[in-house]
T-cell receptor
Framework: EAEVAQSPRYKITEKSQAVAFWCDPI?????LYWYRQILGQGPELLVQ????????DSQLPKDRFSAERLKGVDSTLKIQPAELGDSAMYLC??????????????FGPGTRLTVL | GNSVTQMEGPVTLSEEAFLTINCTYT??????LFWYVQYPGEGLQLLLK?????DKGSNKGFEATYRKETTSFHLEKGSVQVSDSAVYFC???????????????FGKGTLLTVNP
């Protein structure tokens, strides 16, 4: 069964350093999502791509976070500089289509970020 | 705006007990409803979904019925197993802030622990 791949699984960094996370969606999935999940909370959407275009980045802290999906396949989420409050699980998800409420999103295993 | 409210945890049950996790929602239009499960250290997995009123989603012995009149989507299982121990998230997919882009909105999650 196809899966969403993410790396690294765990990342420990110091405050003010730069970090990057990588996601490879299920092959053929046009839509890719990045979520942040704070411990004890549900995931919150940071950014959504349709192919290589950003559809929604309204909750992305653009002063320090950036995301790209240059060829419409895999994607990178970057934080620079990292802050203590960025410690969380970063989840990537993909779906086959976009624009239908019935779309199912498939999640990767996540990257657990700890900022010291 | 769209929101999901689910039963506060943690929930602790003995093996073979009956499980109910309550979930209610607020949304514009006709959302699709989902239950996701997150095992320790892993990403989210789709457990079941329902896309219109009175639909019943089911998987692995879990069931939930889309009740539009009570805006609810309660998760039930007749006999839980130790392997069901996980965090369960209720979620809805609906247009966000008057736009046309569908977004997943999650509840805060309910931790279920099943003891032998």
């Amino acid at each position: 069964e196809a899966e969403v791949a993410q790396s690294p699984r765990y990342k420990i960094t110091e405050k003010s350093q730069a970090v990057a996370f990588w996601c490879d969606p299920i092959s053929g999935h046009a839509t890719l999502y990045w979520y942040r999940q704070i411990l004890g909370q549900g995931p919150e959407l940071l950014v959504q791509f349709q192919d290589e275009s950003v559809v929604d980045d309204s909750q992305l802290p653009k002063d320090r976070f950036s995301a790209e999906r240059l060829k419409g396949v895999d994607s990178t989420l970057k934080i620079q500089p990292a802050e203590l409050g960025d410690s969380a699980m970063y989840l990537c998800a993909s779906s086959e289509t976009q624009g239908f409420s019935t779309d199912t999103q498939y999640f990767g295993p996540g990257t657990r970020l700890t900022v010291l | 705006g769209n929101s999901v409210t689910q039963m506060e945890g943690p929930v602790t049950l003995s093996e073979e007990a009956f499980l109910t996790i309550n979930c209610t929602y607020t949304a514009t239009g006709y959302p699709s409803l989902f239950w996701y499960v997150q095992y320790p250290g892993e990403g989210l997995q789709l457990l079941l979904k329902a896309t219109k009123a009175d639909d019943k989603g089911s998987n692995k012995g879990f069931e939930a019925t889309y009740r539009k009149e009570t805006t609810s989507f309660h998760l039930e299982k007749g006999s839980v197993q130790v392997s069901d121990s996980a965090v369960y998230f209720c979620a809805l997919s609906a247009p966000h802030s008057g736009g046309s882009n569908y977004k997943l909105t999650f509840g805060k999650g309910t931790l279920l622990t099943v003891n032998p």
